[in-house]
């Protein structure tokens, strides 16, 4: 359960000057949003891969337009519902993993002072400091109840207390971000557009969306945005095609 020798610290997110405290130690290396950045940025891109291709099957089982949108609309509520659902399960789920072994950690320090301390040490030896510098820096941190806790956790753990993840953070940027992207291909329906114009226009707009999806999350991954893109794209038209192949399939048998 403990990931030995891990530090987790908090930052800020922007330049990299001299750092004059602890706070902008790592400036520059770490996302905005954390768990929520990555909720909204699958869930968008959920929404778009799903829906398209479930709007894709459904006109290649040549379903009229009134079906067809009914369809978009319960797969957008199910979608969004489902991903939300999953989201603050797992979030949840693992936050009370970090706080039972975070409690474990406070229970040993409590208990055992002096081992916490040179288990303490230990890391701190592991990473070069000598030994006995690397003990007289524990001893004065496992001195001090008010930091003990978090630097264990930090250290021991590599988990920040600060930072354990949002269940309702992340439930909420999952429904909002898959029912916007579970949307856009659903608009030219509620424009007034009809069957074919009106998937063709649909699945469009996907494509759109989801190049500009892989394409803005070279922000994060350093990648070429024109190279994740491509990718997006590429995935999400494979799913859209195989869908309508099946929908094609299981028409024709029922027809």
Not at 6 to 33: F, K, N, Q
Not at 51 to 71: D, P, Q
Not at 88 to 103: L, P
């Amino acid at each position: 359960m403990k990931v030995r020798g891990l530090s987790a610290y908090g930052a800020s997110p922007v330049g990299h000057a001299m750092p004059t405290d602890v706070a902008m130690i790592g400036r520059g290396h770490r996302t905005v949003g954390g768990g929520n950045l990555r909720a909204a940025i699958f869930g968008i891109n959920d929404g778009l891969v799903s829906n398209a291709s479930l709007i894709l099957g459904m006109v290649g089982a040549s379903a009229n337009t009134a079906i067809v949108l009914a369809t978009g609309v319960a797969g957008l509520l199910a979608g969004a519902l489902s991903m939300a659902a999953g989201e603050f399960v797992s979030v949840r789920s693992q936050r009370e993993m970090f706080e039972y072994q975070i409690g474990l950690e406070a229970d040993e320090l409590a208990e055992y002072p002096e081992a916490e301390a040179e288990e303490l040490a230990l890391i701190y030896a592991a990473r070069g400091l000598p030994i006995e510098e690397a003990r007289s820096m524990a001893n004065k941190l496992i001195a001090n109840p008010k930091h003990a806790l978090d630097v264990l956790a930090r250290e021991e753990l590599g988990l920040n207390p600060d930072d354990l993840g949002s269940p309702f953070g992340a439930a909420g940027f999952s429904f909002v971000s898959f029912s916007i992207g579970a949307l856009i291909p659903m608009c030219p329906f509620f424009l007034g557009a009809i069957l074919p114009t009106a998937a063709y226009a649909g699945v469009g707009l996907a494509g759109i969306g989801l190049f500009a999806t892989g394409a803005a999350m070279s922000l994060f991954s350093g990648r070429s945005p024109w190279a994740g893109g491509t990718r997006m794209l590429a995935i999400g038209g494979g799913a859209g095609a195989i869908t309508y192949a099946i929908g094609s399939l299981i028409g024709g048998r029922i027809g």
